[in-house]
């Protein structure tokens, strides 16, 4: 018996010294991160707050993240932290998704992996599913608590067991981080609402009207029509509180390092869950300056820099994705620089509404300067593109080019917005508008990729040679894309061609949105047609599939190759080139309903069309309407 004890004993002591030691290995990581950049982000918080205390507590909350991250993050933490480059290559593929309308739960979506491998995606963005409060959510970037799932979606441990099951199939999970506001349910805002000052400071609260007022001569409205003014009157508490976006969204003052702190641990504790890629959600508008715009200024950019290293800290396999929506040249700092770098990836806002006007123009001219710019900014720098997302299409065009050609932003916001209702132009288009604002003549436009490209309408009336027609509209629009530098993503639905849903008019809750057109639920009934290449979704899916294929198989995708556009003395035919060690790719469009032949001097040999296998020159190419070619030198 003494014997036995003895061995236990031993047995135990061996297990605490190994727990020890794996403990001491972890610590050893994460002084040695500490180390690399402690004097970096004390220099910058104690620049901003120029509070010790509250600096220290930050340092020793992170490290306690950092221990409750578990084995198999940390490793991945590892991995990724040796190839730091490892989401610039060519086989990443995202797709955004609403949980309810893709598999209604998270468990749903789990149940679901084996359909998002059937479509090539390996990056996965699950749209905001924390806790809200209904008909207050602004579809679910009003967040009532930042650690609760909505509780008709599942919990915390679904998460946890959904990012862990994706983790096991090589695919990676973004979320939104809301942290521009709160829901006014938030537990600091009803503290607030309350008198109790800690809980006031931490927005912007003001007990008469000359302060809001002031920031209201400099300061944008971002919904002019539907939530007016940047500010509310809360008549309980008898004060003015800043809401930007919403009334029921309060701004969080991050001139106050608790709420700086309190986000951080908030972002790390998602992180923790699981969670790939957080993207910061309206990053442009976090601080707040009286006599400003209060959008896009220097400490916007401290507060960044601030959570891209305490990321590397702490979870440094964890990706930041900027939702900035502004044109790529000013886009650009939110990447920050080679030594002080911000955010991974961003948004590529302004050529998916490009991409769009060309549509509707038939005329390359403007998508083609986009594309020049993009092309000349660092091959360091990642966007996300896109054709559709869950959000409205804003027409934040280049007027100032337009203007040269004759077409003035009011008319020509109009002309869109009417060829995309298909009321003008010829167009196959079905959608309507968002935000209409009567006084300055402007709205934004809302609709899938498939109603837009004529599907809807083709299917509605039965008209075979139109759907023939929008299809290949809805393959070259994609094939475009995936041709374009950076990383893709398509809005979930759009792989099997799913059209607008209009049954969001008979939910008091989301009528007055027409957003939710493209938000609707998933329609696995269609989606089954996927496996009959003679239906709509089959055609789709098939013809994305084949796209996806060669852009994993094939290097010239790779986020850092060259890529340039090329001429092709015709309006209606865009002209992209990508090369990367050795191998070239050229990519050619018809953004036009009619034949057309473009003429290229790309003459440096023979071509072959990475579709069809046929070779070719790439010199005087005939293009069916909506054709396109991917043709890879020989």
């Not at 946890?160 to 939104?176: S, Y």
């Not at 360091?380 to 959000?391: A, I, P, S």
């Not at 002309?415 to 402007?442: A, H, I, K, Q």
């Not at 198989?553 to 035919?573: G, L, P, Q």
Request: charged residues 30%; hydrophobic residues 35%.
């Amino acid at each position: 018996m003494g014997a036995e004890k003895t061995k236990a004993k031993s047995t135990d002591e061996k297990i605490k010294k190994a727990r020890k030691t794996a403990k001491e290995a972890a610590d050893e990581i994460f002084y040695r991160r500490m180390q690399k950049n402690q004097d970096e982000l004390r220099w910058l918080y104690m620049e901003l707050y120029n509070n010790d205390s509250m600096y220290a507590e930050l340092c020793e909350t992170i490290h306690g993240f950092y221990e409750e991250r578990n084995r198999t993050l940390r490793s991945m933490d590892r991995k990724r932290e040796a190839d730091p480059e490892w989401y610039k290559k060519n086989d990443l593929l995202g797709m955004m998704l609403y949980i309810e309308n893709f598999g209604g739960t998270i468990k749903g979506v789990e149940e679901r992996l084996d359909y998002i491998e059937e479509c090539n995606v390996n990056y996965i963005h699950l749209m905001p599913f924390l806790d809200t409060v209904p008909g207050r959510s602004d579809g679910g970037y009003a967040v009532k608590d930042f650690r609760k799932v909505r509780e008709d979606l599942g919990t915390m441990k679904d998460l946890d067991h959904l990012t862990a099951a994706c983790h096991k199939k090589g695919i990676n999970v973004c979320m939104d981080f809301v942290m521009n506001h709160t829901s006014e349910e938030h537990e600091w805002a009803k503290r607030a609402r309350k008198g109790e000052g800690e809980y006031m400071s931490r927005y912007f609260f003001f007990d008469t009207w000359s302060i809001p007022e002031q920031f209201e001569r400099t300061v944008p409205q971002v919904f002019p029509t539907s939530a007016p003014g940047n500010f509310t009157w809360l008549p309980d508490c008898s004060h003015y509180v800043m809401t930007t976006f919403y009334p029921y969204q309060w701004d969080l003052n991050y001139g106050n390092p608790r709420v700086f702190n309190e986000m951080i641990y908030n972002f790390l504790y998602l992180a923790n869950q699981g969670i790939d890629i957080i993207r910061l959600d309206a990053v442009p508008y976090i601080w707040k300056e009286l006599g400003t715009s209060c959008r896009n200024l220097r400490r916007v950019h401290t507060l960044v820099r601030m959570m891209r290293i305490i990321g590397e800290i702490v979870c440094p396999s964890v990706l930041l994705l900027g939702e900035v929506v502004m044109e790529p040249v000013k886009v650009a700092p939110y990447f920050g620089t080679v030594d002080k770098p911000e955010c991974h990836m961003l948004y590529n806002v302004t050529t998916m509404a490009t991409t769009w006007h060309t549509v509707a123009t038939r005329d390359v001219s403007l998508l083609k300067k986009q594309l020049d710019i993009v092309t000349g900014l660092p091959k360091n720098d990642v966007f996300l593109n896109y054709l559709r997302c869950h959000d409205d299409i804003g027409w934040g065009l280049d007027y100032q080019t337009l203007r040269e050609t004759g077409q003035e932003e009011v008319p020509h916001k109009k002309y869109l917005n009417d060829f995309f209702r298909g009321l003008t132009g010829g167009s196959r288009s079905r959608g309507e508008l968002y935000n209409d604002d009567p006084v300055t003549m402007d709205a934004r436009f809302c609709g899938t990729t498939a109603s837009m490209c004529g599907i809807e309408k083709a299917g509605f009336e039965q008209n075979a040679a139109e759907m023939d027609l929008s299809i290949r509209q809805d393959l070259m629009l994609h094939a475009c894309m995936f041709m374009q530098s950076g990383i893709p993503v398509i809005y979930s639905g759009d792989e099997v061609g799913q059209v607008n849903d209009y049954s969001y008019k008979d939910d008091p809750e989301k009528a007055a949105d027409s957003r939710y057109l493209h938000r609707g639920r998933m329609k696995w009934d269609l989606a089954e047609n996927r496996k009959d290449p003679e239906s709509v979704e089959g055609r789709i899916f098939d013809g994305l599939s084949r796209l996806e294929t060669i852009r994993r198989e094939e290097k010239a995708f790779m986020t850092s190759a060259d890529m340039w556009t090329i001429e092709t003395y015709n309006r209606s035919v865009l002209c992209i080139g990508r090369y990367f060690e050795g191998e070239k790719i050229i990519g050619v469009f018809n953004f036009s309903e009619n034949d057309q032949m473009a003429w290229i001097s790309e003459t440096d040999g023979v071509y072959h069309d990475l579709l069809t296998g046929n070779a070719m020159k790439a010199a005087e190419l005939p293009l069916e309407p909506y054709g396109f070619y991917w043709l890879k030198r020989d």
